[in-house]
């Protein structure tokens, strides 16, 4: 099955803001064990925080068209959970909402994802390699891009995510670490690679 205008049209969004919700809160736990091997420990609570008070909005923006609904996400996002990611993931989630028409067919949504995830790093000063959020973000669009399925699409995310362990962290709190950095998976990639699986399976459902 592959992801196309229909299915992005078609997508419920009180069941996806529910299963971000959803598997957000429970590895909210997971988050804040990566987060204390290589940060402060916050990153679990502040994305549970985040997307419970999104969540808490449902009813209100369902309805709404997808690009708003997106552009809400993202405001309540950075109002929400705080630390560097906060703004990081509101940046996506806003600019995704700016860039995506009502009914976007695949191409758009790549498009999208592209420009949003460049607003991400221009905000974060920080490029793909750095052991950060941005690594699951760039393959999760570039597959997105190859016409991949929305599973396919979850696991490049898993795989992208783990794949940031070797690495040395170059931006945010873990850069403090230095080498003591390498041999974790990064919080914000892990949680970026949730919201991806999340995304995904509503997707396959709606389409
Ligand atoms: P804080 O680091 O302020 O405690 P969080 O713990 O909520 O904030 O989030 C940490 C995550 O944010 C990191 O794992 C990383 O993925 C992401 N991050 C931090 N700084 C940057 C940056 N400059 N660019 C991209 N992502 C970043
Ligand atoms: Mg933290």
């Known amino acids: 099955m592959t992801m196309d205008a229909t299915a992005m049209s078609k997508i419920d969004l009180p ?67 705080g630390g560097a990611s906060g703004p990081l993931f509101g940046t996506l989630f806003m600019s995704i909402g700016k860039e995506l028409p009502t009914e976007p067919s695949r191409a758009d949504l790549a498009a999208a994802l592209a420009k949003a995830i460049s607003a991400v790093a221009a905000r974060g000063k920080s490029q793909a390699g750095q052991k950060t959020m941005l690594d699951v973000l760039y393959p999760v669009q570039a597959a997105v891009a190859a016409g991949k399925s929305p599973g396919d699409v979850a696991d ?52």
């Open 15 to 81: 069941a996806l803001i529910d299963a971000v919700a959803d598997t957000i809160s429970e590895h909210a736990d997971e988050l804040t064990a990566l987060d204390q091997a290589i940060g402060d420990g916050d990153h679990g609570l502040n994305m549970k925080r985040g997307f419970e008070a999104v969540r808490a909005e449902s009813a209100a923006l369902a309805g709404q068209p997808l690009p708003e609904v997106l552009r809400a996400i993202g405001t309540k996002l950075v109002m929400t959970v």
């Open 156 to 207: 490049v995310a898993d795989g992208a995510a783990e794949a940031t362990k070797p690495l040395k962290a170059i931006r945010g709190r873990a850069s403090f670490l230095g080498d003591r950095s390498i041999g974790h998976v990064d919080p914000g990639a892990r949680s970026s690679a949730l919201i991806v699986r999340a995304v995904a399976k509503v997707m396959e459902h709606s389409a």
